[in-house]
């Protein structure tokens, strides 16, 4: 009975090939947890941007010297 690697069952790589540091090893594309930090800090860039042009007061009118 052989042992068989993780490469050899399809599955993802959990990192354990890769030796990240500083941002590298939050933000990456080679793990699970990378690739989701990524996706979150994209949807939060999104929906700052969204509440920033939501939120901001609206300009009035000058209104016309009679």
């Known amino acids: 009975m052989s042992v ?3 490469q050899d ?3 993802h790589d959990a990192g354990s090939q890769h030796q ?5 090893k939050y933000f ?3 793990t699970i947890t990378g690739r989701r930090n990524c ?14 042009f939501k939120l901001k007061p609206k300009k ?3 209104i016309a010297a009679k």
Not at 20 to 24: E, L, Q, S
Not at 39 to 52: D, K, R
């Open 20 to 24: 990240f540091t500083g941002i590298a």
């Open 9 to 11: 069952h399809g599955g």
């Open 60 to 62: 009035k009118k000058a």
């Open 4 to 6: 068989l690697s993780q």
């Open 28 to 30: 990456n594309s080679y």
């Open 39 to 52: 996706v979150l800090a994209t949807y939060a860039g999104i929906a700052v941007i969204f509440l920033y």
